[in-house]
């Protein structure tokens, strides 16, 4: 799968595909849930995002590396739905 490295410590895996704007849109994103990762744990090192189609619906995977491993994963009709859930489950276990 090709992959998006963003700032050298986040990659998304799977979102080449995606329409140009959607894109800008999962950067800015995800670009916020990471500043926000990296206030809240020091030892941030790594964000990954994967993406998988299903049918119609988008799976994201979330992990990060910030000490240990934390995993999170959703699937919806929204991509940005999915995302903002998965994201959302790793800040509020950090």
Known sequence: MDSITLGGNIELVGFKELEPGELVVVKKV???YAKDMGEK???FEKLTLTLEKEGENFKVKALLKAGKDFNAEE???NLFFAMDKSLKKIVNEL
């Open 75 to 77: 699937t919806e009709d």
């Open 41 to 43: 744990n020091k030892e």
């Open 30 to 32: 995800v670009g916020n």
